[in-house]
């Protein structure tokens, strides 16, 4: 069964540097999104991405973020200047369509450690 | 502002007995309503979706129910199993929104024993 697949697994970084965060959606998939867990607390939405562009995004996808789908099948997340709040759990996630009835097949996630 | 709450926080029932696990939503215009289970470091697997128009779905020893008028779901588990041990989130889809935008309850932790 097609999964969607993240890498690396865990990421230690020091604060204030550059870190992307890979994702592979589901090959037929259109839409990416990318969300946030800190330890304890709720998943939070930060972006999604259609035909190249970013359809939304959240207060918390600020400058420092962004996103790139640089080929045919991977779609990163970039962490320009790390700060400490964001070390968290990172969960890509595609869908087939962005109809908000759509379900959305989530990675196991990349987990940031910023110290 | 959009809203999902979930009750209780964490629950632990033993190997085989049934539990239910409650969410309200104040989420506005409402599309759908998904159950989540997430596994400890992994990422959210979808077990139901329901629209306005849906009162009760089942997928397997899960059944979800949703009742729109008062804003409310729950998420009902039969003969729980040790593999059932998890957090069950509830996270709710605005209608309308083109980049399917989602807000998640902080979820219900869940811990089946022998």
Known sequence: ?115 | KNQVEQSPQSLIILEGKNCTLQCNYTVSPFSNLRWYKQDTGRGPVSLTIMTFSENTKSNGRYTATLDADTKQSSLHITASQLSDSASYICVVSEYGNAGNMLTFGGGTRLMVKP
């Not at chain 1, 997340?77 to 709040?85: A, C, D, F, G, V």
């Open chain 1, 1 to 115: 069964e097609p999964e969607v697949t993240q890498t690396p697994s865990h990421q230690v970084t020091q604060m204030g540097q550059e870190v992307i965060l890979h994702c592979v959606p589901i090959s037929n998939h259109l839409y990416f999104y990318w969300y946030r867990q800190i330890l304890g607390q709720k998943v939070e939405f930060l972006v999604s991405f259609y035909n190249n562009e970013i359809s939304e995004k959240s207060e918390i996808f600020d400058d420092q973020f962004s996103v790139e789908r640089p080929d045919g099948s991977n779609f990163t997340l970039k962490i320009r200047s790390t700060k400490l709040e964001d070390s968290a759990m990172y969960f890509c996630a595609s869908s087939p369509q962005g109809s908000s009835y759509n379900e959305q097949f989530f990675g196991p996630g990349t987990r940031l450690t910023v110290l």
